[in-house]
């Protein structure tokens, strides 16, 4: 079973829509998590962290938790061309002590 | 504060040559890392210094992949001989005395061309 898991796309959304990444990880005793931005060319950009069931928002992003289910999700509102990369869900394994990256999800923003 | 500095951006090599990359961490992060990219994956984890001891290289390919990391500051990565399917972004990352935890910051990575 892969430790993180997310559909890699691409996942198009029209400009000014919510765009939503979703992901689901198997370590159950995970405690932090993580949604890296990566442009083409790029290297990943941290752009949310999330330790605690529920929401955390940060301006136009809503990163989201739910342990029991072992999912987590990025919300995008108000989704600009600018916001067009791959998104990587990353897990910080307590059995390991280190992060743990999903394959990403490509996002297409239509202008 | 600085960020990871690598180099070099870019490399091509014939397949069985040997490379050499290098990272210099922000300024005081204890806890570096080198991943691997290969196109449309995840990054995944090749080696994990805390300072200069290795805490984890279980998926470094250690027939031809070496690591070190001197003194507990810069590190290199090697591939010697390299192979076609070593063709890959080589991203470097650290973090805090907080732990990753917090999360890490990479650097802008080594592209790899081997032909």
């Known amino acids: 079973q892969k430790e993180v898991e997310q559909n890699s796309g691409p996942l198009s959304v029209p400009e000014g829509a919510i765009a939503s990444l979703n992901c689901t990880y198997s370590?159950?005793?995970?405690?932090?998590f993580f949604w890296y931005r990566q442009y083409s060319g790029k290297s990943p950009e941290l752009i949310m962290s999330?330790?605690?069931?529920g929401d955390k928002e940060d301006g136009r992003f809503t990163a989201q938790l739910n342990k029991a289910s072992q999912y987590v999700s990025l919300l995008i509102r108000d989704s600009q061309p600018s916001d067009s990369a791959t998104y990587l869900c990353?897990?910080?394994?307590?059995?390991?002590?280190?992060?743990?990256f999903g394959k990403g999800t490509r996002l297409h923003i239509l202008p | 504060e600085a960020g990871v500095a690598q180099s070099p951006r870019y490399k091509i090599i014939e397949k069985r040559q040997s490379v050499a990359f290098w990272c210099n961490p922000i300024?005081?992060?204890?806890?570096l890392y080198w991943y691997q990219q290969i196109l449309g994956q995840g990054p995944k984890l090749l080696i994990q210094?805390?300072?200069?001891?290795?805490?984890?290289d279980s998926q470094l390919p250690k027939d031809r992949f070496s690591a070190e990391r001197l003194k507990g500051v810069d590190s290199t990565l090697k591939i010697q001989p390299a192979k076609l399917e070593d063709s890959a972004v080589y991203l470097c990352?650290?973090?805090?005395?907080?732990?990753?935890?917090?999360?890490?910051?990479f650097g802008s990575g080594t592209r790899l061309t081997v032909v």
């Open positions: 370590d159950r005793g995970s405690q932090s």
């Open positions: 999330i330790y605690s069931n």
């Open positions: 990353a897990v910080l394994t307590l059995r390991d002590d280190k992060i743990i």
């Open positions: 990352a650290s973090s805090s005395y907080r732990g990753p935890a917090y999360g890490y910051t």
């Open positions: 300024s005081g992060h204890a806890t």
């Open positions: 210094f805390q300072n200069n001891g290795v805490v984890d």
